[in-house]
């Protein structure tokens, strides 16, 4: 009687990820657990590179030129004697800021795009459905070319160009998400309701297309980090004296025969936080989207307990 007892209380238990919530099933995600000690360590990078840095990242000293990794130089110094882990510290602020203002460009682009493409009247969703297959196909590093060539270079341009580059991708995700939501039966009911657009809008369709959404950015910012590393390379970043990866790799790709290891210091930094967004995004959409926890939930939930004589299911 005691087994049959305890039985029922075994089946009402909550599964474990049912009960961790958003955050804690992200973070006891491996690929989610990677991205935010990645992404904390670069944010850690950029406050700490504010008000203190191991040298100047821009001080030149023909002595110290080619010093191997040491107390006083950590990743060693390049050709000039600047020191490298000063310089890629540094760079850490380029990419947060890159990545954020990309960040924000490419949502609103994205949300401007999408809500009148996919809810708006006929004429308006037909023409915003051609404007982002004609801009999508458009690549977003010659629109930062074309930018840059006619207002120059500069962070701004980087942030501009990929936010609209990227925001049109979002807008077309999007899009085809909140047509689909539209036809939900909750929805068809809000409306029979008397529900405002507004308010259906606010309150049953942004919050299910969060996490596509956010996938979604996500990938824009690691693409963004991407970005400003080639276009820094290819003289369109950030500006000469700024530190950047990007700018860090065009100045040393000429010793990566000699030297290889100032090369791969800016490189690893560049992989492993374009990375670290790539695996966000994938975990974020585990930890946000209802259906997958949902789906979770019922395989983790035992089946019903068979009474004496029975045969177990």
Not at 123 to 150: C, G, K, N, Y
Request: proline fraction near 7%.
């Amino acid at each position: 009687m005691s087994g049959l007892a305890a039985a029922p209380s075994a089946q009402t238990k909550a599964p474990r990820g049912a009960r961790r919530g958003a955050w804690g099933t992200l973070l006891h995600n491996p690929r989610g657990l990677y991205a935010v000690i990645v992404i904390g360590l670069l944010l850690a990078s950029c406050l700490v590179s504010l008000v203190w840095l191991p040298a100047d990242p821009n001080q030149s000293n023909v002595y110290d030129a080619w010093r191997p990794p040491s107390a006083a130089h950590w990743l060693g110094t390049d050709g000039s004697g600047r020191d490298l882990a000063s310089w890629v510290i540094a760079g850490s602020r380029v990419t947060v800021l890159v990545v954020l203002g990309a960040a924000l460009v490419s949502g609103a682009v994205g949300l401007i795009l999408a809500i009148p493409a996919a809810l708006g009247p006929r004429w308006a969703r037909e023409s915003l459905a051609v404007l982002i297959d004609v801009l999508i196909a458009f690549p977003t590093l010659l629109l930062a070319i074309m930018l840059a060539a006619v207002f120059g270079g500069g962070l701004a341009i980087v942030v501009a160009a990929v936010g609209i580059g990227y925001g049109v991708s979002i807008g077309r995700v999007v899009r085809a998400e909140l047509r689909q939501l539209a036809g939900e039966d909750y929805v068809l009911a809000a409306r029979a309701a008397g529900l405002r657009p507004g308010a259906i809008l606010r309150t049953h369709l942004l919050p299910n297309i969060a996490p596509v959404f956010t996938v979604q950015l996500s990938l824009s910012m690691g693409l963004a980090i991407l970005a400003e590393a080639g276009l820094s390379y290819l003289g369109f970043g950030a500006p000469h004296g700024v530190p950047s990866w990007g700018r860090m790799l065009a100045e040393t790709q000429g010793y990566i025969s000699v030297h290889p290891e100032v090369v791969l210091w800016p490189g690893l930094a560049i992989t492993i936080t374009v990375l670290a967004f790539y695996l966000l995004g994938d975990a974020l959409r585990e930890a946000m989207d209802p259906t997958l926890l949902a789906r979770g939930a019922d395989a983790a939930r035992p089946g019903p307990v068979p009474l004496p004589g029975e045969i177990a299911p």
